[in-house]
């Protein structure tokens, strides 16, 4: 039977039926506290803030102790690793001292014999700084600007490759500074008599230099210094006029290798009067500025080398168009990129994800993600490129955030040289050549010819059981939706009209 009860008529007894269920609330929490009920009349106010106060009671005794984060992993400051030391205890640092001293003596030799001299940077922030501060240092010591010059490399080269050493020797120089390059063992740099010197930080054997060549490396002595900031540190000592010139350069090259978190505290020299004449806000945007030519596709890394060397401070750069151009172009590319999702290994030792662009945007693609990715087993964060270079895969490796703190810490070159050894065909190591698994223990990569990258992946089993040693969230049963409330307030009060109509 419908019932035709009015909503005036359903107002009131609501509120009737209110007034009643009220009273008795009050008066039986009244007894339970030891009072008595004087019987005064309740008002809506009162019975709101009961029922208020009845519900909160009642969720907070429901509801459980929220579950605690897991802490972050603590990672030791960089500055703080330990150094070696030699036999009368003084630290082996930024290189040895035998290096460092022969590297000095090299530059001196070429100012004074006054010929045409080479500069070979790489092409990001720490090889043009340390490029940037030899070229400052030969002039300020009487070497003529005319007699030197730069050679940028091409667009996925290095110095090996023939077409480099011919460029290189067109130049006709008599004294060779490689800077920032890497180091393996080859031929000289170029086949025409020359001096080279090879100023270094990358991971290297003793004999991982070009034949005939000198050298200085920091790889052996931690904390690993920058290749900016171990030229600084030879050059500074043979002109007092170097810190004053470079010091900022120095910071420029520093940061971008080693990050703008870095603590410039022992054994790293004391920069707080550079950092007070030079903002650290300024040193970071040049180091973007400086990197993001090198990363665009047009590869306008001459750009780059031509602003940073006439410049005489960071705000010199804040504002070159073409600099701000290329930053523009990468950072849309890049975010891009990023949303890439990872796959794992079958061991859950390496995350990888895949790319198709035409910038450099894969270190940055790994390095964004190294320090998001958490899982128990994660050791690597490999991010690779289709699209770089025609028939090739570049990638780029980083050691990710939860992993930093291990002991033994990780290594990325052992990681890579161990996936390509344990593959079927014996052949693949070889295959995938001397531009795999280069530059540092925490931060490597290569380039290699697609079809050995894809036969690579086979050996980690990418995808197989992503499941475990992956970061994903665990998937579980869906919530069951709560039962609808079949007793409503006009279900009640139809219902007793009804009834009472009956």
């Known amino acids: 039977m419908k019932s035709n009860i009015s909503y005036s008529s359903s107002l009131k007894l609501f509120k009737s039926f209110l007034n009643s269920r009220s009273s008795n609330i ?78 000095r003596k090299f530059i001196l030799e070429c100012v004074s014999a006054k010929k045409k001299t080479l500069i070979v940077p790489d092409k990001d922030a720490d090889g043009l700084s340390s490029g940037a501060i030899l070229q400052k240092t030969l002039v300020l010591l009487g070497l003529e600007p005319d007699l030197i010059s730069a050679h940028l490399l091409q667009k996925g080269s290095n110095i090996h490759d023939e077409r480099e050493r011919a460029a290189m020797a067109a130049y006709e120089p008599e004294y060779i500074f490689v800077l920032d390059q890497g180091s393996r063992k080859s031929p000289a740099v170029i086949d025409a008599p020359h001096r080279a010197l090879v100023i270094d930080h990358h991971w290297a054997l003793e004999d991982d230099f070009p034949s005939g060549a000198e050298h200085v490396t920091a790889c052996n002595s931690p904390p690993v210094a920058t290749s900016s900031l171990l030229t600084y540190h030879i050059c500074s000592a043979l002109d007092e006029r170097v810190r ?19 603590k410039w505290e022992p054994p790293f020299p004391d920069m707080r009067s550079t950092f007070k004449t030079y ?73 990888v994800l895949r790319v198709r662009s035409a910038a450099q945007v894969h270190p940055v693609v790994a390095t964004r993600w190294a320090g998001t990715l958490r899982a128990p087993r ?12 025609p028939g090739l895969v570049n990638f780029s490796c980083r050691v990710p955030r939860c992993a930093r703190a291990r ?61 475990e040693g992956g970061s994903q969230k665990k998937v579980g ?26």
């Open 477 to 502: 049963r869906k919530k069951e939706a709560a039962p609808k409330q079949a007793n409503t307030l006009m279900n009640y009060f139809g219902k007793k009209a009804s009834k009472d109509g009956e």
């Open 244 to 262: 004053g010139t470079c010091d900022w350069l120095c910071a420029v090259g520093t940061h971008g290798d080693l990050g703008n978190a870095l």
């Open 378 to 389: 994660l050791e690597v964060v490999l991010a690779a490129n289709d699209g770089y270079l």
């Open 279 to 351: 903002t650290r806000k300024a040193v970071n945007d040049v180091v973007s500025l400086i990197n993001a030519p090198r990363r665009a596709p047009s590869y306008d890394v001459p750009g780059a080398w031509a602003a940073l060397t006439a410049a005489s401070s960071p705000s010199d750069l804040l504002r070159n168009p073409a600099l701000l151009s290329a930053r523009a172009e990468v950072n849309t590319e890049v975010d891009r990129c990023a949303r890439a999702a990872p796959r794992f290994s079958a061991d859950g030792r390496v995350a």
């Open 26 to 103: 009050v008066q039986r929490r009244s007894l339970t506290h030891g009072h008595s009920w004087t019987g005064a009349p309740i008002t809506p106010k009162a019975i709101r803030i009961n029922h208020i106060e009845m519900k909160r009671s009642a969720s907070s005794t429901a509801k459980a102790a929220p579950r605690a984060k897991k802490p972050r992993p603590e990672i030791p400051e960089y500055h703080l690793t330990p150094s070696l030391r030699d036999e009368s205890g003084e630290a082996i640092w930024p290189a040895p001292n035998a290096q460092i001293e022969l590297a």
């Open 407 to 467: 002991e033994p810490p990780v290594n990325i070159i052992e990681v890579l040289e161990d996936v390509a050894g344990r593959a079927p065909d014996p052949t693949l190591r070889a295959r995938l050549g001397s531009s795999f698994a280069r530059g540092h223990k925490e931060a490597s990569g290569g380039i290699v010819p697609t079809a050995e990258f894809e036969e690579f992946l086979e050996v980690l089993e990418v995808g197989r059981k992503a499941d």
